[in-house]
């Protein structure tokens, strides 16, 4: 895999591997000694078969990925009882009808980032956009999950600093075979993860004790923050013991769900806003459609929008050229990826004709690949938003979030967050992206992004698909009426 560059994240390499060797459908992928087999699904009917009608469980290397930072039983690689109950538990906060009660404060948000590209635009200063959203998204994800915001714009997080030192130290570990290496970012992990758990269990705390000193309701759960839910059912049987008291066991599986949460829907969501602005830097036609949709639906000025959108954040929903200009971004920057193992009753995967056992594999169905395969989107090298109106596509092959029950739950709290984020910057703001380096040839064939951005049109695998170099950018005030 020369042509990538480094740490590449898997599903560039899996479309690398699919276009040099004309590879389509249904195809093993045979890794040992290095990982286990695996069966790889390109064909949008045969994941939508194994991830809607079937469901198939998570495989273990989700665990052996994401439980050394995030902890066991989480949400995301939970199966069978366990994850019923906790989507039970968490559902309710991601249902659209709630989330739409929370755009006026995501809003007020967005509009402190603002405020922060305003300062920005004054000083000329190249910075890292990566950096700003990843503060501003932990603080939407933060109000979400205890209904106040954690101030990380301004104030930083100790919390996102030991989040980011232990992802990245973790990371390492993908890197090299240097057992020394591997030694010391295993120890770096667990020690910032400890100090994370601490941060976000005095949280988890505090917030109980407010619980029980003012004998909130948590009877009902519409209208609860995320915490809330979590401690919900714990409520009950402390107030049936009597014993007002934070069980250990129930503190680390509480301190579990939060930080999936918090970290999940922070660094997803912030990569969206990172690649979402590099792509319009380049497409002025895009910017004017998406401005003109902006003062049409709202009004002109962001101030009066903002305005509007506290009193009717219904309003959101009729930005239909917004929308489609954010999931034309998750077609080329999809966020993340699944894996798999055999049905339970069903050991195999039918396509073209032939049966595919899965029996001891890894099945993954690699969204990333549909999204750029000509057969199901035409012309997908080109940045074209208009093609969501058109649907000139299978539906079910868009699948950034992937699709199913195990789709990812705060896909509505994401896309809300995206179109506000635009809304209230991109009539003010021309970006400008910093430091490239493009290419001279594109390394592969599946892309020429490269021909613009340089490698940073290739996304890095840490703890998800991230830009690899912090999205430099700069940013100045733009000549749109307000």
């Not at 469980?57 to 366990?82: C, M, Q, R, Y």
């Not at 590209?117 to 939407?140: C, I, M, P, Y």
Request: charged fraction near 25%; hydrophobic fraction near 40%; aromatic fraction near 10%.
């Amino acid at each position: 895999m020369g042509a990538l560059p480094h740490h590449v994240h898997y599903q560039a390499t899996i479309a690398t591997i699919a276009n040099k060797h004309n590879l389509s459908g249904v195809f093993y992928l045979d890794l040992w000694p290095v990982a286990c087999g695996q069966l790889v699904v390109l064909d949008p009917d045969v994941a939508s078969y194994m991830t809607i009608t079937k469901n198939h469980p998570k495989h273990d290397a989700e665990k052996w990925f994401i439980d050394p930072l995030i902890g066991s039983n989480n949400i995301v690689t939970s199966n069978g009882p366990h994850w019923k109950y906790l989507h039970k538990m968490l559902s309710p906060a991601f249902a659209i009808q709630h989330i739409s009660n929370m755009r006026s404060g995501i809003a007020e948000e967005l509009m402190e980032f603002r405020s922060m590209l305003n300062e920005k635009a004054e000083s000329g200063e190249k910075f890292s956009l990566e950096d700003l959203t990843l503060r501003t998204t932990f603080d939407v994800v933060g109000k979400a999950t205890f209904g106040h915001s954690l101030n990380a714009k301004r104030e930083g997080s100790i919390a996102l600093e030991h989040w980011e030192a232990m992802s990245r130290a973790f990371a390492s570990t993908r890197e090299s075979y240097n057992f020394v290496a591997h030694f010391f970012a295993r120890r770096r992990t667990k020690l910032e993860r400890k100090k994370l758990d601490a941060i976000l269990a005095d949280m988890v705390k505090k917030r109980f004790d407010a619980v029980v000193h003012e004998k909130t309701d948590l009877s009902e759960r519409r209208g609860l923050a995320i915490m809330d839910l979590i401690l919900r059912d714990y409520m009950s049987e402390v107030q049936l013991s009597g014993k007002h008291e934070l069980d250990p066991k129930f503190l680390e599986a509480a301190v579990t769900q939060v930080k999936t949460l918090l970290v999940g829907g922070t660094g997803t969501t912030s990569d969206v806003i990172c690649y979402a602005t590099m792509m319009l830097s380049v497409h002025p036609e895009v910017v004017r459609k998406l401005r003109e949709e902006h003062d049409t639906v709202f009004t002109k000025g962001i101030e009066a929008s903002y305005e509007m959108l506290q009193h009717d954040p219904y309003k959101l929903n009729q930005l239909e050229y917004t929308t489609n200009v954010i999931k034309e971004v998750l077609r080329f920057y999809p966020v993340g990826n699944t894996a798999r193992k055999e049905h339970p009753t069903e050991p195999f995967l039918s396509y073209d004709g032939r049966q595919y056992s899965t029996k001891g594999k890894m099945v993954c169905p690699v969204q990333f690949q549909m999204h750029m395969n000509g057969d199901i989107f035409p012309n997908p090298k080109k940045f074209d938003p208009e093609r969501y109106t058109r649907q000139d596509f299978a539906r079910h092959a868009w699948r950034p979030f992937e699709r199913g029950p195990r789709s990812c739950l705060g896909q509505p709290l994401a896309m809300d967050e995206l179109k506000i984020a635009l809304l209230l910057t991109i009539r003010e703001f021309d970006f400008t992206c910093a430091d490239l380096n493009p290419n001279k040839t594109p390394r592969v064939g599946w892309t020429d992004w490269d021909l613009t951005f340089g490698d940073r049109a290739f996304q890095q695998f840490v703890f998800e698909a991230r830009p690899r170099d912090g999205m430099p950018m700069t940013v100045k005030r733009s000549n749109w009426p307000s």
